[in-house]
């Protein structure tokens, strides 16, 4: 399939635009592909999805002062409204200042404000195992409290043998 904008290259790309209510798809090759994204970006760039998410009228406390200006990084002296109008902090210190505000917006845009998403394959191993780890920790600490030492001993050399493993294959990478 041909590319629909130069009509010369091979299409890689395919696109759906919805623009007031109309549906229209789109082949595109590489080269046309990266020119329409430059110019969705200029039209919605990441300032206006960021303002159209935000809560754009300012927020006054009882005495009549937007909380969000008087709240500053230490560190670069920016206020969460300065965020709201750039769409960009000014370090990592400001994650830390603005971490209500942030999360309530990643709340919004992604549903959550905690990665929950996929991880490379030998992350999502020692993920596992790590709880695994736990699980069977907290099976000990039970065990010792019910005074069912035979039992625990048995978890507790089982932890020591996965600790072991766990050492081996961190050690193999």
């Known amino acids: 399939m041909k590319c629909d904008m130069c ?11 919805v623009i007031n209510d109309k549906v ?5 090759c590489e080269e046309c592909a990266k020119i329409k994204s430059e110019e969705m970006q200029s039209h919605f ?17 009882e005495d009549g002062v937007d909380p969000s200006v008087t709240v500053q990084c230490p560190v670069c002296l ?8 750039n769409g960009k902090l000014g370090c990592g210190k400001c994650y830390d200042i603005f971490q209500r505000n942030l999360s309530e917006l990643l709340r919004k845009i992604h549903g959550a404000d905690r990665h929950v998403g996929k991880m490379p394959f030998a992350g ?3 993920v596992e195992e790590q709880k695994d780890m736990q699980k069977i ?18 978890l507790r ?3 020591k043998d996965l600790e072991k493993e766990m050492e081996n294959e961190a050690g193999a990478e």
Do not use: C, W
């Not at 009509?7 to 635009?17: D, I, M, R």
């Not at 920790?137 to 048995?154: P, Q």
């Open 7 to 17: 009509g010369n290259n091979q299409a890689s790309v395919h696109l759906t635009e």
């Open 24 to 28: 229209t798809k789109l082949h595109l």
């Open 45 to 61: 760039g990441l300032t206006d999805l960021l303002a159209g998410l935000m809560d754009l009228g300012p927020a006054m406390s």
């Open 78 to 85: 920016m206020t969460y409204y300065d965020f709201q109008k």
């Open 124 to 126: 999502k191993k020692i």
């Open 137 to 154: 920790r907290s099976e000990l600490n039970e065990l010792i409290k019910k005074e069912e030492f035979e039992k625990a001993a048995i």
């Open 157 to 159: 050399d089982r932890i």
